[in-house]
C-alpha cells in the first residue's frame, strides 16, 4: 500500500486514518495464513471517503483522492494505491475577538499576561490554514484561560464565514466571561469515616479565594492521592451564576484494614556467585515473601499505621509505620519508621534496629523532597578467612563491630516531560551529614547525583540513559564501616558483574576437614568478596525495543554498561572505568516488566574472572558472562 500526491501530511499519518492495512512482518512470515487481509474494494472506496474528510477537517476542502489496485507477480497479492490531490488550503484573512463582559472585567481580563499568551498561541491566526477540527480546541483554550481568572461560567464561540473560490476565511470569536466568582460552599458527598471538614482541608480549597481551574484540579489530585481514597471527583453542581460558585466533592474510601501478601523470587546472580550454580538445595534462596497489615483513618483524622514482615534468605525485615498526611498544608507529611532489620551481604552481615523520621513536602508536581533523620544501631559482622579469623581471635574474641548512626539526609525528586518511561528526565540529588554533633561513632558527609532521560525515538524504540556518582567525603575515620560504603554492579548497575561485585576485592580463605575413610581430609577454598569505596561512578545506556507488532508485551533491550568504585576519593581515575555489554529480553506482566539480561565483562581484571595468587585459575570460560532475572527495569 502507498500513497502518492500528499504534500502537506507523511504517508503514516494518513494511514493511521484509513481501515485497510498491509500484512504485519508476523503475517507475512506465516505465509500459510492469509486470512484476516482479504483486499475489499468496498472499504477501498470508504478509505477514499476518510482521506477527504480527514483533509477537509484541516482546510483543504477541494481535496480529490482516487485510488488504483494493481496485481503483483502471485495474482493473490494485491498493490494498493491511494492518489491525492491537495489542492490549495482556505486560510484565515482576519480573526475579530469579541469579548462579552462587564467593563471593569474587560480591563482585566484584556490586560492578563495569561489571556494574552492564549491569544498569540492559538491554532487560529491570520495567514494560518483554516482547520475546522481545532474549534474544539480553540474553544477549551478561551474557556480554560477565563476560568483561571476567576469566570467559572464562561463560554466561548467560534463563527466562520468562508469564501471557497476566493480560499479564504473571516473568524469570529466570542468569549462571554460571565460573573468573577469566588468559593464558597464545599459540600462532601459520598460513605466516609473522614469528617467533612478533614476532607475540605485536604482538598487545599479556601473559601472567599477567587475560582480558579488549577486549583479545581489540583484539589482533586489532592484528595485522589490520600491513602484513605479510592475514588475521589471534584465538580461544580447546577447552581445560579453569581459571584459565588459552590463546589461537590465525591469521595469512595477503601477498607479501613486490609492485609497484603506478596511472593516473588530473586537473587539468582547472588546464588549463582556464591555456590557456583543454581541447585535443588540453594532454589529456596531466591524465594522472597512479604506481609504488610494496613489500618487507615487512625484516631479519624485521616492518618495511617502499618506493619510489615518481609523474608528472604539475604534480608529479613520487620518494621511499622506512622503516617501523618497533613502537616501543615496537603502537601506536607511527617513518617515515622521503627525497624528491626538482619542483611547478609556479600562481604558482611549487619543486624539493625533503629527509627526513621521523614518530613515529605511535594512542592510541585515536577519536584518532591524529604527530608530525614535516622537513629540506628547496628552490629555488622565482616566476612574473614580462617586465618584471619585465628589471628583476631587471639587478641579480640568478639568481632562484631557495634556502631551507632545518627544522620540527616535530604533527597530531591525532580521530574520534566516523565511519560511512563518512554520519555522524560529525572534528576535525583542526595545528602547525607552523620554525626554532626558528635553522636555519632563515625562522622561522614554523603553525596549523590542520579540523572536519568528517557528518549522515544519511535512507537516502538526507547532510548534510556543514566548517570550517577557519589562520594564520602569530611570522614574523620580512616576506616567506615562496609554498610556505610558505596558498591557497584548487579542488575540494576552496570550487567556483567554479580551484585556489588564490581570494584576493589580481597581474597577469603574458607579451609574444610572432614575424615574419609578414617583420614583427615583439608580442603581449601578461595573466593573474592567485595570491599566497597567512598567513590563511585556508573552509567547506562540502553536501547528497549517493543516486540507488540510479532508477540504482545514482548520487548527486547540492548545496552552498555560502565562504572568503578574507589577506595578513596582522591583515587579517583576515570581511566579505570570498566564495562559491561549485552541484551536481553523483556515481558510485560500483570505485575509489571520480567526482565531476564545477559552482561559481558569487557575489561575484567583478573579478580574479575576468579584468577587468584598462585596462578590459581577457579573462573573458567563463563566467567565473563553474568545473567541477571528479575522484575522491573534496570532504571
Do not use: C
Not at 562504572?563 to 541484551?583: A, P, S, Y
Not at 569487557?602 to 553474568?626: H, K, M, T, V, Y
Amino acid at each position: 500500500m502507498s500513497i502518492e500526491g500528499n504534500q502537506r501530511f507523511e504517508d503514516v499519518v494518513i494511514k493511521k486514518r484509513i481501515a485497510s492495512e498491509q500484512p504485519s512482518v508476523w503475517k507475512k512470515l506465516t505465509f500459510w495464513n492469509r486470512s484476516g487481509y482479504k483486499l475489499s474494494e468496498t472499504e477501498i472506496r470508504k478509505d477514499v471517503i476518510r482521506i477527504e474528510r480527514f483533509y477537509q477537517r484541516r482546510g483543504f476542502n477541494d481535496v480529490e483522492v482516487t485510488y488504483q489496485v494493481e496485481s503483483k507477480r502471485k495474482e493473490w497479492k494485491k498493490h494498493v494505491t491511494f492518489f491525492v490531490t491537495e489542492n490549495l488550503p482556505i486560510r484565515i484573512e482576519n480573526i475579530e475577538i469579541n469579548l462579552s463582559a462587564s467593563s471593569k472585567d474587560s480591563v482585566f481580563i484584556s490586560e492578563n499576561r495569561d489571556f494574552n499568551s492564549t491569544l498569540r498561541r492559538s491554532p487560529y491566526r491570520e495567514g494560518r490554514i483554516y482547520e475546522p477540527i481545532e474549534e474544539t480546541e480553540v474553544i477549551a483554550r478561551f474557556e480554560q484561560s477565563l476560568k483561571q481568572l476567576g469566570y467559572p461560567y464562561s463560554n466561548t464561540k467560534v463563527e466562520a464565514e468562508t469564501d471557497s473560490s476566493a480560499k479564504k476565511t473571516s473568524l469570529l470569536i466570542t468569549a462571554e466571561a460571565g460573573p468573577r466568582a469566588k468559593f464558597d460552599s464545599i459540600f462532601v458527598e459520598g460513605e466516609t469515616t473522614l469528617s467533612d471538614e478533614l476532607i475540605v482541608r485536604e482538598s487545599g480549597l479556601k473559601t472567599g479565594e477567587y475560582f480558579n481551574e488549577s486549583d479545581m484540579r489540583n484539589a482533586q489530585r489532592e484528595v485522589f492521592k490520600h491513602h484513605l481514597f479510592r475514588l475521589a471527583l471534584v465538580s461544580i453542581p447546577d447552581q445560579p451564576q453569581d459571584t459565588s460558585v459552590n463546589v461537590l466533592l465525591r469521595v469512595k474510601e477503601l477498607p479501613l484494614r486490609s492485609v497484603q501478601l506478596k511472593f516473588g523470587a530473586g537473587d539468582f546472580d547472588r546464588i549463582v556467585a556464591d555456590d557456583g550454580k543454581i541447585t535443588e538445595s540453594n532454589f529456596l534462596r531466591a524465594f522472597r515473601t512479604q506481609a504488610t497489615w494496613v489500618y487507615r483513618n487512625v484516631r479519624g483524622k485521616g492518618e495511617q499505621f502499618s506493619t510489615s514482615a518481609k523474608y528472604s534468605f539475604y534480608d529479613r525485615k520487620l518494621s511499622a509505620e506512622y503516617l501523618f498526611p497533613y502537616v501543615y498544608n496537603t502537601k506536607s507529611s511527617i513518617n515515622i519508621n521503627p525497624f528491626y532489620q538482619f542483611r547478609d551481604e556479600r562481604s558482611y552481615e549487619i543486624l539493625t534496629a533503629g527509627i526513621i523520621n521523614t518530613f515529605g513536602y511535594e512542592y510541585s508536581r515536577n519536584l518532591t523532597g524529604t527530608f530525614s533523620y535516622e537513629f540506628a544501631i547496628n552490629d555488622e559482622s565482616n566476612v574473614r578467612s580462617t586465618s584471619e579469623q585465628q589471628s583476631v581471635e587471639q587478641v579480640l574474641p568478639d568481632s562484631l563491630l557495634s556502631y551507632n548512626v545518627s544522620s540527616f539526609a535530604l533527597n530531591l525528586y525532580y521530574t520534566k516531560n516523565l511519560r511512563r518511561g518512554r520519555r522524560g528526565i529525572i534528576i535525583q540529588p542526595f545528602l547525607e551529614f552523620s554525626g554532626l554533633f558528635g553522636e555519632s561513632t563515625f562522622s561522614f558527609n554523603k553525596a549523590s547525583l542520579d540523572i536519568r532521560k528517557y528518549s522515544e525515538i519511535n512507537r516502538s524504540l526507547v532510548l534510556a540513559t543514566r548517570v550517577r556518582g557519589g562520594a564520602i567525603y569530611s570522614a574523620r575515620q580512616d576506616s567506615l564501616p562496609s554498610d556505610v560504603k558505596y558498591y557497584v554492579g548487579g542488575t540494576n548497575s552496570v550487567r556483567g558483574w554479580p551484585t556489588q561485585f564490581l570494584g576493589p576485592k580481597r581474597v577469603v580463605e574458607t579451609v574444610t576437614n572432614e575424615t574419609v575413610d578414617g583420614v583427615e581430609v583439608s580442603d581449601t577454598t578461595l573466593r573474592y568478596v567485595p570491599v566497597g569505596g567512598r567513590a563511585l561512578f556508573n552509567f547506562n545506556v540502553e536501547f528497549r525495543k517493543s516486540l507488540n507488532g510479532l508477540i504482545k508485551g514482548f520487548g527486547m533491550a540492548a545496552f552498555l554498561d560502565g562504572g568503578q568504585v574507589w577506595r578513596r576519593t582522591r583515587d579517583i581515575n576515570f581511566e579505570n572505568l570498566q564495562f559491561g555489554v549485552g541484551g536481553g529480553l523483556r515481558y510485560e506482566s500483570p505485575i509489571g516488566p520480567v526482565r531476564i539480561d545477559i552482561g559481558y565483562k569487557i575489561n575484567p581484571n583478573s579478580q574479575d574472572l576468579q584468577q587468584f595468587p598462585g596462578g590459581i585459575d577457579r573462573g573458567g570460560r563463563f566467567a565473563r558472562w553474568d545473567i541477571h532475572f528479575t522484575i522491573g527495569q534496570a532504571f
